[in-house]
């Protein structure tokens, strides 16, 4: 019942920018975008969270298309600490939903 | 930053043991969970709460239990800790009450259990 997939790895320099894409074929209605990080030992944190078009905060960008089958975190600049696995959920937020996680994109930044 | 807590974050214990794993959050989120993640491996949702009294079963398969008396707290219990229980336990709240569409899980910092 997975409703996105992502690349397993990805790996780039410190300073780079980073485009990670994440595909939900199925992605209903109403369901929102959600990304998410996670450093080893730690529980994931929120990074951003988009419907359609484009978002942007502190730290990332979200980039869906108009059909919303897809979607691109894109980390500006990224540094070592970016290091971490990368996870793209979808959901609908308005009813009772179970969040399915995906294994994540484990991204690697070398110096 | 979230504030939701999770005790012990390290524990060892021997089969056949009664546990109970803490977590409490102090932003009054109506939604709790409990997710289950081995090493390397996708978090897999094992409980979750609406609410006071409310508990149901998550998409994997557990022999543990929850119950949610109050809404800052949903503790995980094992009756009997088995070599299988072994893994990350991570507890996460979200707010209900909020718009819709912010409903940000928020986690603790996870409970790393090991039974021997």
């Known amino acids: 019942l997975a409703k996105t997939t992502q690349p397993i790895s990805m790996d780039s320099y410190e300073g780079q920018e980073v485009n990670i894409t994440c595909s939900h074929n199925n992605i209903a209605t109403n369901d929102y975008i959600t990304w998410y990080q996670q450093f080893p030992s730690q529980g994931p944190r929120f990074i951003i969270q988009?419907?359609?078009?484009?978002v942007t905060n502190e730290v990332a960008s979200l980039f869906i298309p108009a059909d919303r089958k897809s979607s691109t975190l894109s980390l500006p600049r990224v540094s070592l600490s970016d290091t971490a696995v990368y996870y793209c959920?979808?959901?609908?937020?308005?009813?009772?939903?179970?969040?399915?996680w995906g294994a994540g994109t484990k991204l690697i930044i070398k110096p | 930053e979230a504030d939701i807590y999770q005790t012990p974050r390290y524990l060892v214990i021997g089969t056949g043991k009664k546990i109970t794993l803490e977590c409490s959050q102090t932003?009054?989120?109506?939604?709790m969970y409990w997710y289950q993640q081995d090493p390397g491996m996708e978090l897999h949702l094992i409980h979750y709460s609406y609410g006071v009294n409310s508990t149901e079963k998550g998409d994997l398969s557990s022999e543990s239990t929850v119950s949610r008396i109050r809404t800052e707290h949903f503790p995980l219990t094992l009756e009997s800790a088995r070599p299988s229980h072994t893994s990350q336990y991570l507890c996460?709240?979200?707010?209900?009450?909020?718009?819709?569409?912010?409903?940000?899980?928020?986690f603790g910092p996870g409970t790393r259990l090991t039974v021997l």
């Open positions: 932003m009054g989120h109506d939604k």
């Open positions: 996460a709240s979200s707010d209900s009450g909020a718009a819709a569409s912010t409903d940000t899980q928020y």
């Open positions: 988009g419907y359609k078009t484009k």
């Open positions: 959920l979808v959901g609908d937020m308005d009813s009772n939903y179970q969040l399915i």
